[in-house]
């Protein structure tokens, strides 16, 4: 029960896009502030099958955060985590470069059931939600496979095998999205970004390339949030030049791409109408030829990623505002 949280009805109605770690911070600011008016669609690019389960890390990160469930110190898996699964799997020879906590282990069981039951993952996700009892509704991004692969010099590799199995270290030529051509956004994300009464839309501070690219790869999604007609706002991942935490500065510049707040407008250029940049790159501001909104956003504790997602949140429907006030003709 959390009663500081006001009824949806002032809520402004927002939807968020959101990968791993860093996006889910924001996503549990803006759930805590505005509950239920809340959709967040998730990137499920990083999910694969693995020892014979399908494991959704992306979605599971929301779900914990959201849930007061995640390992806060991790970022990942779930909090009181015991490890008797591995320990076993290790004694028989199985692999074991990819953590699986007892606890998170059901989850992937869980859903691994209901997915061969053909249950859809919008359905799953929505039913562990409510189960988590979180308020804001979590949309995987496609019921479609849609598989975020690592090209590097000499292999193709899928995501987590870049990203935990060798610790982001091979040199990232191209990243691809297999299956985005015939990839779908669910009918869900679909109705969250026709919903008329969608006041804005945040890209959380997620990995551009990694975590958000795979969502903006389904052809009908990108152009729903086009044709949604609100503002959208980026809450950039990086601070002075790094990433808060991941890859993300590492891909940019073996991608030729320089880690500042200018590359990040240019990635999603035609998109985005304004962005959310850290104190420390305060002097990029004027340069970047879009609404810019100052503020600190490392988010340490939970009344930073509160706080963080009032400012995005404002600052964004004020955009709205300037966006209906021009169309307005005259006025
Ligand atoms: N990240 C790691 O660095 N090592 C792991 O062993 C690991 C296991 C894991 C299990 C379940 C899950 O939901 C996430 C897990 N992650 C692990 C994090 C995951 O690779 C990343 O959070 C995302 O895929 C990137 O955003």
């Known amino acids: ?131 988590f009892g979180i308020a804001a509704t979590i949309l995987p991004m496609s019921d479609d496979r849609v598989e975020t692969t690592v090209i590097t010099a000499n292999a193709a590799m899928p995501f987590q095998r870049y990203f935990v199995e060798k610790q982001c270290t091979p040199v990232v030529k191209r990243i691809e999205f297999r299956g985005a051509e015939r990839a779908s956004a669910s009918d869900a994300v679909l109705a969250a970004l026709r919903n008329p009464g969608l006041e804005a839309i945040i890209i959380c501070p997620s990995n551009p390339y990694l975590s958000i690219d795979p969502i903006l790869s389904i052809r009908n999604l990108r152009s729903a949030l086009k044709e949604a007609a609100v503002p959208i706002v980026v809450v950039s991942p990086l601070i002075g030049g790094q990433a808060v935490k991941g890859p993300t500065a590492k891909i940019m510049a073996e991608l030729g791409v320089p880690a500042e707040s ?18 420390q790159d305060r002097a990029d501001a004027a340069g970047l030829g879009l609404p810019v909104c100052v503020a600190p956003t490392l988010m340490r504790n939970l009344e930073d990623r509160t706080r963080l997602a009032r400012t995005t949140a404002e600052f964004a429907i004020k955009l709205t505002a300037r966006a209906s006030q021009t169309s307005g003709g005259a006025s």
């Open 262 to 279: 200018r590359a990040l407008v240019a990635h999603y250029a035609g998109l985005i109408d304004g962005i959310v940049i850290d104190e």
């Open 1 to 131: 029960m959390n009663a500081t949280r006001p009824p949806s009805s002032c809520a402004p109605r927002l939807l968020a896009l959101c990968g791993g770690v860093g996006g889910a911070k924001l996503a549990l600011g803006l759930e805590r502030l505005y509950g239920e008016a809340v959709s967040i669609v998730v990137n499920t690019g990083d999910d694969f099958e693995h020892l014979g389960l399908h494991v959704s890390p992306d979605i599971d990160t929301v779900l914990y955060t959201l849930g007061g469930r995640s390992d806060l110190e991790r970022g990942w898996g779930r909090a009181g985590e015991t490890w008797q699964f591995m320990k076993a799997l290790h004694e028989l020879g199985g692999e074991t470069w990819f953590q699986l906590g007892d606890r998170d282990l059901a989850m992937h069981v869980e859903r691994t059931r209901q997915l061969r039951a053909n249950v859809s993952l919008t359905d799953i996700t929505r039913d562990i939600a409510e189960k």
